[in-house]
């Protein structure tokens, strides 16, 4: 299928982009892309692909934007219930973590989610999934965190693994078994630590090699933070997870500065998440190594906190910056990546252009996969968006709304109606 | 037909809600409502209205919540063109009174919207007016304002008409020749306003009764602002078109705090709109009048500014509060009025139960149609939203997504998949 007559095509070919090189679009005005099967066979001119592939079918973008899908590299998207009468009780000034204490928040959900079957889960999370693959989101991150308890843990990565399998978006399962302190373990968080360590990793680690031998073994997540987990426990936690093969992501610097950038960074972690407190020596050390910088701008703005990641830092400094929704049931209930593009034009002040390159290339970068998608190249994936503008700056301009005229997946095309 | 089963019906029964007594849903657990023709019958527990109408066709709302449509009660959904260069400039530092004052913002609206015939601006309008009735704004105020010439305004009025009797959405409309100084009197605001009062009020009064005889005026609205007009030239065109009979509404105290709410109450406006640096005095002149104040979050987001309306402190001086989404294609191109009560319980601190009535029966008061829309009571029109929640408070809770499951405008009901 030649799809041609985009008023722009988006390649944003090459490597992730670094620094202030951020937001090279690699913009062909009228552009055409071809997709054979799965995959990218060419992108170039409409009339450039007219003259190389006369005899393809072709698809008429009407002067539409055409760029890659949405890579969404942090959510928790998967649980049972919602926190409705929490959200009152913030906008009546309790705080994220007083509401955590009194055993609210993540523990909430942990009771619905561990009473949730499988198939609950599953039932439960599809059509979050669903909106999120129609606003454009075409390969998203998923983390458990919600069992914190070894079997509703598992519980969780069958359930991501079949949701995957279900599609139409793909998924990339993180194990968030160190999201919280379980009620078990209350002001153990030493011991819970250990039983991470000891118990639950190498569960996982079991697990995974029995039921999906063939895929490659999942990230593994700590909250580093005041209330969840210190600098040192998290520290072993994801050393203990490093020894074992599991590649690495972090929850750093969200509200209190532990360090969580740093040991992103020492450890070869593929990405640090939050960074909103980062100081500007960590902000360093991450801009010096290979591990991405995720901005998730739509907790403070779920949160009304005033204070977001510092990404004009962290460009400055050379780090490699990714987007990602970080939709939960607490504090980011938004499904939407093009609204956290709109976020991050407003309050990380980043143009469009650097917007759409954090949230697709570098995105999937954030998870590894920068060879395979995130980018309209030849031999990629074809994972692509098409959008009901004229322009791509109207994705940041305009904010609440879904701009996706139609996504294409793996070469499969779903319009909006497909996916109501 | 009968809509039964829902989770919770909202029914906003009563008059407008003043002050602290604003956020009384009237909420009916297991509710259900009948409808007639375009009214309301009669609303209740299932149980009731099953036993009083056990022959009515039902249709089971299968736990959703059910509630007034929402009323937008200040627009600028009609005009041609767009201004996404503009949005780039205006991250790079520009302040939307210097970018108006280099000939762009909204006199670059004014210059596209010239150059289009009705029925190009019908055919660029009508996406939007869609969007925003798919996202559950049943009755849309929308005013000129990009003509600034007596043919271009009367062009835009009978486009408003025309798109009012396209549907679905019930359009009110206002006549803002006071938006900006158009270039013919680049200047010369004296000059300008004499000639609205002298030439386009009269103007616009005549073709109204030519073109609309059986339709009340429309509203007349100034923008009283820097670089607008001043308190003075306000004055002057309001009472002018008070004594021709149009009512009235006002932007006031959007960036400088000049006097228009206090205008607002002394010539007896409908309401007083943005509303965000008006001073405590004006404030409490505002709430001791009939004037609603419609505060417009989507703009100081979409400008990303830190000040909100203080809504907080117009509640706390007894005023009748509304909400908006002020829709425009420069400051918030934002078509989804849930995404305004996410602001609204965010940067103006209200409840969701707060926000939803500030958006129904409320801003209808904002446009004198109180009697007729904004809440499910006998005898009102059958405007109302069937969301896709368990709960009301989704709405807030939630942002960036639609949650609306169908519209129903004056008894005819809208799927999403209608609205594609």
């Not at 990404?311 to 499904?335: F, H, M, R, V, Y």
Request: proline share 6%; aromatic share 8%; glycine share 8%.
């Amino acid at each position: 299928m030649l799809i041609h007559s985009a008023s722009q095509l988006l390649t944003i070919a090459g490597p992730p982009q670094r620094g202030l090189d951020l937001g090279d679009l690699g913009l062909i005005d009228n552009g055409a892309v071809l997709i054979q099967g799965e995959k990218i066979v060419a992108v170039g001119s409409t009339a450039d692909l007219y003259a190389s592939y006369p005899d393809e079918p072709r698809l008429d973008a009407r002067g539409r934007v055409v760029m890659p899908g949405f890579v969404d590299p942090h959510t928790h998207a998967i649980w049972a219930g919602d926190r409705a009468a929490e959200f009152e009780q913030r906008l009546q000034g309790y705080s994220y973590l007083e509401i955590l204490e009194q055993g609210g928040g993540i523990l909430a959900t942990m009771r619905a989610t561990r009473q949730a079957s499988r198939d609950a889960l599953v039932q439960e999370t599809t059509p979050r999934l669903r909106r999120m693959f129609a606003h454009g989101a075409t390969t998203i991150e998923v983390k458990t965190g919600y069992g914190l308890e070894t079997a509703s843990e598992i519980r969780m990565l069958e359930a991501i693994l079949e949701l995957d399998r279900i599609g139409p978006a793909e998924l990339v399962p993180t194990f968030l078994g160190a999201h919280a302190i379980p009620p078990e373990f209350h002001g153990q968080p030493e011991a819970y630590t250990d039983h991470l360590c000891v118990e639950m990793l190498p569960a996982v680690f079991d697990w995974w090699l029995s039921q999906a031998p063939s895929r490659p073994l999942p990230f593994v997540d700590v909250f580093c933070e005041t209330g969840a987990f210190s600098l040192e426990q998290s520290r072993r936690i994801l050393t203990r997870a490093r020894e074992m093969g599991f590649p690495l992501k972090i929850h750093a610097d969200e509200f209190d500065s532990l360090g969580g950038a740093r040991l992103a960074t020492s450890l070869g972690a593929v990405s640090a998440d939050h960074l909103v407190v980062t100081p500007s020596e960590d902000i360093q050390a991450l801009a010096d190594s290979a591990t991405v910088a995720v901005a998730l701008p739509g907790t403070p703005f779920g949160l009304a906190e005033p204070q977001y990641t510092p990404a004009k830092a962290i460009l400055e400094a050379g780090g490699l910056l990714a987007l990602a929704s970080d939709l939960n049931p607490g504090t980011a209930w938004c499904e939407n990546m093009q609204f956290i593009l709109a976020l991050a034009c407003r309050y990380l002040k980043l143009t469009p252009a650097q917007a759409i390159v954090a949230a697709t290339l570098n995105a999937a970068a954030a998870l590894g996969l920068e060879k395979r998608i995130g980018s309209l190249e030849p031999g990629k994936q074809a994972d692509l968006l098409i959008l009901d503008v004229p322009d791509y700056r109207h994705l940041g301009y305009r904010f609440g709304t879904n701009l996706v005229y139609q996504v294409v997946k793996k070469g499969v095309f779903y319009s909006q109606a497909d996916l109501l």
